[in-house]
């Protein structure tokens, strides 16, 4: 009997505490994750697919471009350069490395990021829509 008015007790305490709580102005939404949310992620693994195929270890000797994510030694100059970092294009056969360097440029929105990818000019739009049909 006592464990039923303790129960019975505690029900009540949170049942008010909730009516009399401050309410916020907007809706909170609780997302639980187990690792935090990476806007970036589906655009990587469309880009990968696109880039080639999903192979980590593919090499497009005519452009000179490396990995799962075909990275040219100018985006990798660059990535150093930010970063501090002394990577080179046989690195960028390492996925793990690849996506690394891809996220130090995956800024603004989906689009922008795989666009600016790809390099410059009309093309990039050609390029824009086949990611697309992957995300």
């Known amino acids: 009997m006592k464990n039923l008015t303790m129960i019975l007790f505690l029900l009540i305490i949170v049942?008010?505490?909730?009516?009399?709580?401050?309410?916020?102005?907007f809706p909170t939404i609780y997302i639980l994750e187990k690792e935090p949310v990476q806007p970036f992620e589906q655009l990587w693994k469309a880009i990968c697919f696109v880039e080639s195929s999903n192979n980590p270890l593919v090499i497009?000797?005519?452009?000179?471009?490396?990995g799962i994510a075909q990275i040219r030694q100018c985006r990798i100059d660059h990535f150093n350069s930010l970063t501090g970092k002394n990577y080179?294009?046989?690195?960028?056969?390492?996925p793990d490395i690849a996506k690394e360097v891809f996220m130090q440029f995956a800024k603004k929105d989906l689009e922008m990021t795989a666009k600016k990818w790809n390099g410059s000019g009309p093309m990039t739009i050609t390029y824009w829509e086949k990611v697309r049909k992957y995300l």
């Open 88 to 94: 080179d294009l046989n690195d960028c056969l390492n």
């Open 15 to 25: 049942s008010f505490e909730r009516l009399y709580a401050p309410q916020p102005k």
């Open 60 to 66: 497009n000797e005519e452009e000179q471009a490396y």
